[in-house]
């Protein structure tokens, strides 16, 4: 168990429809990332929170966005969803050193 | 633009057969080498962090080394076990502290 927190597990959902998805970090860990894994492919960096604040932007589409709450927990939206967004969606939470992984988000979209 | 490429992007080895996986990283500001272990459908399991050239570490099967330009991820007799997609990650200093990951290398090991 890494600590970090992922939920949904899994879920399904309809083109045009927005979702959210939610991180808790591990205890003490000020800084949270999220990535894509789409089917057999690497992992896509999308944005990067610390302590509340946003501290690195990458591919993330203008349709999605993310927060970070001052308890420390992120949110992913996802919103005007199309079949190509159908991925598994990671955020890892990071401390000083080490960056550990939460199980992630299988999202498809039908 | 920051890079990250792994290779081989597959390997088959036979247990027992020893091998090593490379990370080459262009990154402006190296601030760590992450590996990971990442099992079909799973998150990422924390491996290795290494910070500068010269840097190794071992844990069991596995030992990590890094250069100024690229890591190498050494499996000493593998087992069937070991089979898994290896992950690496650099993570930059400036700008914020991307965390830019390779494609991975999915490893079979045949018993």
């Known amino acids: 168990d890494s600590g970090v927190t992922q939920t949904p597990k899994h879920l399904i959902t309809a083109t045009g429809q927005r979702v959210t998805l939610r991180c808790s970090p591990r205890?003490?860990?000020?800084?949270v990332y999220w990535y894509q894994q789409s089917l057999d492919q690497g992992l896509q960096f999308l944005i990067q929170?610390?302590?509340?604040?946003?501290?690195a932007k990458g591919n993330i589409l203008e349709r999605f966005s993310a927060q970070q709450f001052p308890d420390l927990h992120s949110e992913l939206n996802l919103s005007s969803l199309e079949l190509g967004d159908s991925a598994l969606y990671f955020c890892?939470?990071?401390?000083?050193?080490?960056?550990?992984f939460g199980q992630g988000t299988r999202l498809t979209v039908v | 633009e920051d890079q990250v490429t792994q290779s081989p992007e597959a390997l088959r080895l036979q247990e027992g057969e020893s091998s090593s996986l490379n990370c080459s990283y262009t990154?402006?500001?190296?601030?760590?080498l992450f590996w990971y272990r990442q099992d079909p459908g799973k998150g990422p399991e924390f491996l290795f962090t290494?910070?500068?050239a010269g840097e190794e570490k071992e844990k069991e099967r596995l030992k990590a080394t890094l250069t100024k330009k690229e890591s190498f991820l050494h499996i000493t007799a593998p087992k069937p076990e070991d089979s898994a997609t290896y992950l690496c990650g650099a993570l930059r200093e400036t700008s914020g502290s991307r965390l830019t990951f390779g494609e991975g290398t999915q490893l079979t090991v045949n018993p």
């Open positions: 990154v402006s500001g190296l601030r760590g």
């Open positions: 890892a939470s990071k401390g000083a050193s080490e960056a550990f």
């Open positions: 929170y610390y302590n509340g604040e946003e501290r």
């Open positions: 290494l910070y500068s």
């Open positions: 205890s003490g860990d000020l800084s």
